[in-house]
């Protein structure tokens, strides 16, 4: 992944919660064999609707997606950060997410920026309020940023994805380093483990 | 596996992690390395994976852990005909080709041994007490019915899990789900589950490994604790884990990746050890009265928008929490429902009656039961979707496709179907389904398809009734 180090831009206000997978890019787009491309999709159903806040001139090219609680919920489908990303996201605020969602945005390059739920209120009516507004998210000090909204958060994010966020660096590259591990690991394993062969 | 005993008093996942840590995580932040015992593929996740495997150079480290299979884009209709979607056959034959190329066993569309990837592990008894399973999927967690710490990761995981047979993962937390006492007549695991989703949310198992623990539970067949573990991802939980037990035991014996001989009473003395240490804590606890739950279905958009079958849709404005309120609202204008509506009174166009939740041989005995002799009701379209090849096999040579043929059912072949709307069985817009599967999503039968979870039996009832109705209620 690209490195990430400070993100500015204006913000979307997505006001729903429990935003699953499949509403972020529907299955239909999932029988693609790429990993790009996917940006039209990105809440397909939701954009036929002309009032779809996505839609609105006001919120155009911004670049980071403020979104109610329990994004990203549901199937494990990475094409969803895929889609956020190939829209132009670079962040997503959040008071949750889903699990598996908020480790494949670490993969791909996408920023989970969790809140508590006050902050993100806060955030939401600002952003609604003045879609100019902007918002900086620093990846070094872990903090989300927006002045004119009087909001200065620190956020959780651990040493380990930090450091990969900042250097843009390829897991399995990090794990490879650890090759001896893994043989002395697989020759500790019981006869009797099952194998597909 | 081996590992040394410890003075912690451990709970059952606790014990499969520690004994899969390749490398611990020391340095600040840094996850444990863990080890995966047996990685699922299918169609769908994985061609981004090979596609990068391929342009760094790496390899499948270790193929014989790894098993294929095609289950989310296949029709369930006329298998002998070329895909009618150009698109969803260049991704099948992406995974046939991938599978070539780096050696991995997979079990194709029309194969004997096909089906959706959460039956086929089970069955060929790859599914495993204690072991390590991922998939690119987030219904792996299946699996953990059978003790086993699984859970769905995304393709850049799927990838790392080719390269390395290794997930970097971070310790999530313990929570236990204990359900006390009898399951009252007529109530089945899919309510149980529903039931608890209800109860804890969509994000209510967020972070954490949710044991499954109490008597009702250990008296549910593997079957039951399948539909169990399976939706735990939609209680947000990493994994869903249910202790192994003699029942567990006789599920995986003789099958045919099962261990055999001395093997296998090695592997029981292992097996034996698992479950959670007495006296060791969790994080988080919830304790559920077993007599106090019923037959289940769902109304909204989301796993946790559920209504005993004797109740009625909420009324969004008597919610306490504005998010819910709001939420509940949106979902009542997506479904077509009113507030105070009785669930009883809400008629279906469909019933679909499949999925890793429910179609394996046991569901499709109790839908059948329900159905045998009976007429489906007029102008609605019921579809049966077996689980896997094998149980489609096993059900016809029980006469269950008879039975379900002649009370006007469709009966097919296997695939993940109408669950998720990305191959040829569909809702159309405005199309209400009573469905066995797993998620109630906006437009995840279809665009605009209108989505209600239910047991098998609830299911077929209904298709009966053309309402939602109970067994002993049905026409």
């Given amino acids: ?197 | 596996m081996g590992r040394q005993p410890e003075q912690r008093r451990q709970t059952l996942s606790e014990k499969v992690w520690d004994s899969h840590v390749v490398r611990a995580g020391g340095r600040s932040g840094e996850p444990d390395l863990l080890y995966i015992d047996l990685h699922l593929v299918h169609e769908v996740t994985s061609p981004q994976a090979f596609d990068a495997l391929r342009l760094t150079g790496r390899t499948v480290r270790r193929p014989d852990l790894t098993l294929a299979t095609a289950d989310h884009n296949v029709p369930t209709l006329g298998l002998d005909l070329p895909l009618a979607d150009p698109v969803s056959a260049r991704q099948l034959e992406a995974l046939r080709a991938n599978c070539e190329e780096f050696g991995i066993r997979l079990y194709p569309m029309g194969h004997a041994n096909q089906g959706i990837v959460h039956i086929i592990g089970p069955e060929q008894g790859l599914t495993q007490p204690g072991t390590t399973i991922v998939c690119g999927d987030s219904h792996t967690s299946t699996h953990g019915a059978f003790g086993s710490l699984a859970f769905g990761i995304g393709t850049s995981e799927v990838e790392h899990v080719l390269a390395t047979q290794t997930l970097p993962q971070r310790r999530p937390g313990t929570m236990a789900v204990t359900i006390e006492g009898d399951l009252p007549a007529g109530v089945t695991a899919k309510d149980v589950i529903l039931a608890v989703i209800g109860r804890i949310g969509t994000g209510g198992g967020a972070g954490h490994v949710v044991e499954y623990r109490g008597s009702a539970i250990r008296s549910l067949s593997m079957e039951g604790r399948m539909t169990i573990c399976n939706m735990s991802i939609e209680a947000g939980a990493r994994a869903g884990m249910i202790a192994p037990d003699d029942t567990t035991f006789a599920y995986l014996e003789g099958r045919a990746h099962a261990p055999a001989g001395k093997a296998w009473e090695e592997a029981l003395d292992h097996w034996r050890s698992l479950p959670a240490d007495d006296g060791a804590t969790f994080d988080r606890e919830v304790a559920i009265d077993a007599a106090g739950l019923s037959p289940h279905v769902s109304w909204g958009t989301n796993p946790s928008q559920v209504a005993p079958l004797d109740g009625a849709v909420p009324d969004p404005d008597r919610l306490d929490d504005p998010a819910q309120a709001e939420a509940a609202r949106r979902a009542l204008t997506y479904m077509g429902l009113r507030a105070g509506t009785a669930i009883r009174d809400i008629a279906v166009d469909t019933v679909f009656i499949g999925s890793c939740t429910n179609s394996r041989m046991e569901d499709l005995r109790a839908a059948a039961a329900v159905v045998a002799g009976r007429k489906v009701h007029d102008g609605l379209r019921a579809m049966v979707v077996p689980g896997s090849m094998r149980v489609k096999a096993q059900a016809e040579e029980e006469g269950l496709d008879r039975v379900f043929v002649d009370a006007g059912f469709e009966w097919r072949s296997a695939g993940c179907s109408m669950c998720l709307g990305m191959n040829p069985d569909q809702l159309s817009p405005g199309e209400r389904c009573a469905s066995t599967s797993n998620r109630n999503f906006e437009g995840r039968q279809g665009p605009g398809g209108r989505t209600h979870l239910v047991s098998p039996e609830v299911a077929a009832a209904t298709a009966l009734a053309g309402r939602f109705t109970s067994p002993e209620e049905r026409p």
């Fill in chain 1, 1 to 197: 992944m690209e490195p990430v180090r400070t993100i500015t831009t204006t913000a979307v206000p997505l006001d729903r919660s429990d935003v699953d997978t499949d509403q972020i890019i529907p299955s239909v787009w999932l029988k693609r064999v790429e990993r790009t491309g996917f940006g039209d999709g990105l809440f397909s159903q939701w954009r036929a609707d002309p009032d779809f806040v996505l839609n609105r001139p006001e919120h155009a090219g911004a670049g980071i997606l403020v979104a109610g609680p329990n994004f990203g919920t549901g199937s494990s489908r990475e094409h969803a950060v895929w889609a956020l990303l190939d829209y132009g996201f670079r962040a997503v605020v959040s008071p949750r997410f889903g699990d598996i969602f908020a480790t494949n945005c670490t993969k791909a390059g996408l920023l989970p920026v969790v809140v508590d739920q006050e902050v993100a209120d806060r955030l939401m009516r600002a952003v609604e309020a003045e879609p100019g507004l902007a918002l900086t998210v620093d990846v070094d000090h872990r903090t989300l940023v927006a002045p004119a909204a009087g909001i200065d958060v620190g956020f959780p994010l651990d040493d380990f994805t930090r450091w990969r966020f900042l250097e843009g660096l390829d897991d399995i590259g990090l794990t490879l380093r650890h090759t001896d591990a893994i043989g002395a690991f697989e020759s500790g394993r019981p006869a009797w483990a099952p194998t597909t062969a």
